[in-house]
């Protein structure tokens, strides 16, 4: 049985959530605060404490992105994670700003707001403010990331940019994003998340 170490709130987590449900895969859950972060047993799984983590038989993988890119080539080769070389490229284009500025943008702001975390406010507010018009842009002339489908490029870069409401940010000024995010949520089997509106299929 699959086991993912996550939290409800996790956008990172969520990804996975997201590509195990699509993928209609069973999972054991394993609810990860921050106390069970700090355990042995945790940090024996993985040395950075952070979830999602992925466990499945000898396998153990942190990181929401190469998780995602393992589930894509274990179950969806040559869809979900590029079809093409040129598709792969670009794949690996948004999962980079996931990593980075999705990451240390609208998710960073939304850990200040949410969580109380303490992070560069200034930085963060200019990377989203960077990014977003970029992402705004491409998705005003394409329904997903990369080609005509869903692919781990839209599972790695929507939960942050759906919550960003809870970031302080007016998802009404990004509205391709938010149909995005809404089309995502209106995919069968689409996993809740809290503060992600749920949808119905547009
Ligand atoms: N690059 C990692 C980042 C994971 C991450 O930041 N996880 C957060 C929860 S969403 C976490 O565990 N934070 C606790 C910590 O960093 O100590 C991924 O994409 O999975």
């Known amino acids: 049985m699959i086991q993912l170490f996550a939290t409800p ?22 609810p990860t605060d921050a106390a069970a972060r ?16 992925y466990v499945e038989g000898d396998l153990t993988l942190r990181d929401s992105q190469a998780i995602l ?3 894509a080539a274990r ?23 996931a990593a980075n500025e999705i990451a240390n943008g609208p998710a960073a702001l939304r850990l200040a707001r949410q969580f109380g975390a303490t992070i560069a406010q200034d930085q ?9 018009p970029v992402i705004e ?4 002339q394409h329904r997903w990331l990369v080609g005509d489908r869903l692919t781990i490029a839209d ?13 302080d940010i007016d ?9 995005w995010t809404d089309r995502i949520a209106a995919l069968p089997g689409f996993p809740a998340m809290p503060g992600w509106p749920a949808q119905t299929a547009n």
């Open 137 to 140: 842009a491409h998705l005003a």
């Open 9 to 30: 709130l996790s956008g990172n987590a969520h990804k996975v959530r997201m590509a195990l449900a699509f993928l209609d895969l069973s999972w054991d859950e394993r």
């Open 69 to 71: 890119t393992y589930l």
């Open 171 to 179: 998802l009404a000024r990004w509205p391709a994003i938010g149909e």
């Open 38 to 53: 700090q355990s042995d047993a945790f940090a024996a799984l993985t040395p950075m404490r952070q979830i999602p983590v």
């Open 124 to 132: 963060a507010q200019a990377v989203a403010a960077r990014f977003l």
């Open 75 to 97: 179950h969806r080769p040559g869809d979900w994670g590029g079809r093409t070389p040129e598709e792969r490229g670009e794949i690996a284009l948004w999962l980079s700003h």
């Open 155 to 167: 599972l790695a870069a929507s939960p942050y940019l759906a919550l960003a409401g809870e970031a």
